[in-house]
């Protein structure tokens, strides 16, 4: 089965503070994802990469950096956290993009930013 | 139903009742996923039905899809309390990954 794994778990931080919450799939996917979920909101897509050295913008990316090192690790960069990126973070990963893949999620970071 | 502007759907119903869930989505799509959520959990596939099948099924769950309408649903039959959990349609952004509905919170009491 699938294995996307998220540290840390829990983050706490304080407005203007860096954060850096890291993924890692051990599935050989090409494409990782990050999701950011709010009440209201539901799952809203931020970055997406197809492989190392590769990075696409998402839907809400703004105050968001990402970067994938290798084809196991995808890190989601906040330099200037604000309180409004209060949130629930989720990886995901899949071997192709399109209607017909599976994502498979970590069990996600909550990041509070006081 | 989930998606768009609607607040996130709320179902509370007792252990063994059957409950079905819906999802009208925006963009013209062949292909919908249902996922579901447990509490401190990330989402995780249940079902893919494609336009091509109308129904499919896989154990107690019921997935239906209609393009005409651009709408799905899902069904529990015999629902027991562990089926307790937002559950998701999603469709395909295609160079997006998967865009998600708002969801539909299903509380199941013993």
């Known amino acids: 089965e699938a294995a996307v794994t998220q540290s840390p778990r829990n983050k706490v931080t304080v407005t203007g503070g860096n954060v850096t919450l890291s993924c890692r799939q051990t599935n050989s996917h090409n494409y990782m994802y990050w999701y950011r979920q709010d009440t209201g909101h539901g799952l809203r897509l931020i970055h997406y990469s197809y492989g190392a050295g590769n990075l696409q913008i998402g839907d809400v990316p703004d105050g968001y950096k990402a970067t994938r090192t290798t084809q196991e690790d995808f890190f989601l960069l906040l330099e200037l956290a604000s309180p409004s990126q209060t949130s629930l973070y989720f990886c995901a990963s899949s071997a192709s993009t399109g209607r017909q893949n599976t994502l498979y999620f970590g069990a996600g970071t909550r990041l509070s930013v006081l | 139903s989930q998606w768009g502007e609607e607040n996130l759907q709320a179902l509370s119903i007792q252990e063994g009742e059957d409950v079905t869930m819906n999802c009208s989505y925006k963009t013209y799509t062949t292909v919908v996923q249902w996922y579901r959520q447990k509490s401190g959990k990330g989402p995780a596939q249940l079902i893919l039905i494609r336009s091509n099948e109308r129904e499919k099924r896989s154990g107690r769950l019921r997935a239906t899809l209609d393009t005409s309408s651009q709408s799905s649903s899902l069904s529990i039959t015999g629902t027991l309390a562990t089926d307790t959990a937002v559950y998701f349609c999603?469709?395909?952004?295609?160079?997006?990954?998967?865009?998600f509905g708002l969801g539909t919170r299903v509380s199941v009491f013993p």
């Open positions: 999603a469709t395909d952004n295609y160079a997006q990954g998967l865009t």
